[in-house]
């Protein structure tokens, strides 16, 4: 066999080999076209290697349950080799819209690809070679974490949830953080989640101490409310084993989400004091 050389630039090569951004978010942009309830939002850009990018963000708003919306931002793809957290916020979305009574009273800021060059890429870091979930509320500069901050500081979320996935674990698992009540969020959603995957169970999980699979600890730098924000939101970082099949992982996030959702609305409206 004849080996045909590859003309192509360095540059050319490994613009080949990208995941596209506009093609995962494609059927969200078309229902926010069609929706009343989901907003989209391409305006946040910044440059990463002389590449023009943007933060992509989707609002959707529930009907009304209340006299304030309940405000919770949902992240995703702050590793960009981990997919499977932005592929489940698309499917959340589309779920939500065709079921409205389930986003009832919320107002929800989603972020489904927080680290657009590392998504292309599908690497853990960003192009510039940082890890951006160790960059926030740390003075960085990194566009990307700047642009987020923002958003968090501007929303004064409610709550925030974090996906993730873990190449060293065989069982999901999650960080409680934040507001006290995050306790009553954290169990029923990775209870929901095993109906698709087994939960981690061991007594260290990611270099920390777990219960049951929850961890109370976390890495500094990590996505989060800024430090100095009262009253402290709840806040849940949700972790999928990598090795299992796209499907379930997937899955296993939208339970977990919806199970966050549910649970959140009920604790407000009976439980303010927890």
Same mark, same amino acid.
């Given at each position: 066999?004849?080996?045909?050389?590859?003309?192509?630039?360095?540059?050319?090569?490994?613009?080949?080999?990208?995941?596209?951004?506009?093609?995962?978010?494609?059927?969200?942009?078309?229902?926010?076209?069609?929706?009343?309830?989901?907003?989209?939002?391409?305006?946040?850009?910044?440059?990463?290697?002389?590449?023009?990018?943007?933060?992509?963000?989707?609002?959707?708003?529930?009907?009304?349950?209340?006299?304030?919306?309940?405000?919770?931002?949902?992240?995703?793809?702050?590793?960009?080799?981990?997919?499977?957290?932005?592929?489940?916020?698309?499917?959340?979305?589309?779920?939500?819209?065709?079921?409205?009574?389930?986003?009832? *009273?919320?107002? +929800?800021?989603?972020? %489904?690809?927080?680290? /657009?060059?590392? @998504? #292309?890429?599908?690497?853990?870091?960003?192009? =510039?070679?940082?890890?951006?979930?160790?960059?926030?509320?740390?003075?960085?500069?990194?566009?990307?974490?700047?642009?987020?901050?923002?958003?968090?500081?501007?929303?004064?979320?409610?709550?925030?949830?974090?996906?993730?996935?873990?190449?060293?674990?065989?069982?999901?698992?999650?960080?409680?953080?934040?507001?006290?009540?995050?306790?009553?969020?954290?169990?029923?959603?990775?209870?929901?989640?095993?109906?698709?995957?087994?939960?981690?169970?061991?007594?260290?999980?990611?270099?920390?101490?777990?219960?049951?699979?929850?961890?109370?600890?976390?890495? *500094?730098?990590? +996505?989060?409310?800024? %430090?100095?924000?009262? /009253?402290?939101? @709840? #806040?849940?970082?949700?972790?999928?084993?990598? =090795?299992?099949?796209?499907?379930?992982?997937?899955?296993?996030?939208?339970?977990?989400?919806?199970?966050?959702?549910?649970?959140?609305?009920?604790?407000?409206?009976?439980?303010?004091?927890?």
């Amino acid at each position: 066999m004849i080996a045909v050389p590859d003309n192509r630039t360095a540059a050319q090569q490994v613009a080949s080999f990208r995941r596209s951004v506009a093609e995962v978010l494609a059927p969200l942009d078309a229902l926010a076209a069609a929706s009343t309830n989901l907003l989209v939002q391409h305006g946040a850009s910044f440059e990463v290697g002389g590449e023009l990018y943007d933060l992509p963000r989707y609002i959707f708003l529930g009907p009304k349950g209340g006299d304030e919306p309940i405000r919770v931002g949902l992240f995703a793809g702050i590793h960009g080799d981990e997919p499977e957290g932005t592929h489940a916020l698309v499917k959340l979305l589309r779920l939500l819209d065709a079921r409205l009574e389930s986003a009832a *009273g919320y107002c +929800l800021f989603v972020y %489904p690809v927080c680290n /657009p060059s590392g @998504f #292309e890429d599908a690497t853990r870091h960003s192009r =510039a070679g940082k890890d951006l979930n160790r960059e926030f509320w740390t003075g960085s500069r990194q566009p990307e974490v700047r642009l987020l901050e923002t958003e968090l500081t501007t929303h004064t979320f409610h709550g925030i949830v974090s996906l993730h996935t873990d190449d060293t674990s065989d069982g999901f698992y999650g960080y409680a953080r934040g507001a006290t009540l995050t306790e009553h969020l954290i169990e029923p959603a990775l209870s929901a989640a095993e109906r698709f995957l087994p939960r981690n169970r061991a007594a260290r999980i990611d270099g920390f101490g777990a219960s049951n699979g929850i961890i109370r600890e976390s890495f *500094g730098g990590v +996505l989060s409310a800024p %430090p100095d924000v009262q /009253p402290r939101p @709840f #806040e849940v970082i949700l972790e999928t084993p990598k =090795a299992p099949p796209q499907a379930l992982k997937e899955a296993a996030f939208l339970a977990a989400l919806q199970s966050v959702l549910a649970n959140y609305r009920e604790l407000i409206a009976y439980a303010p004091n927890l």
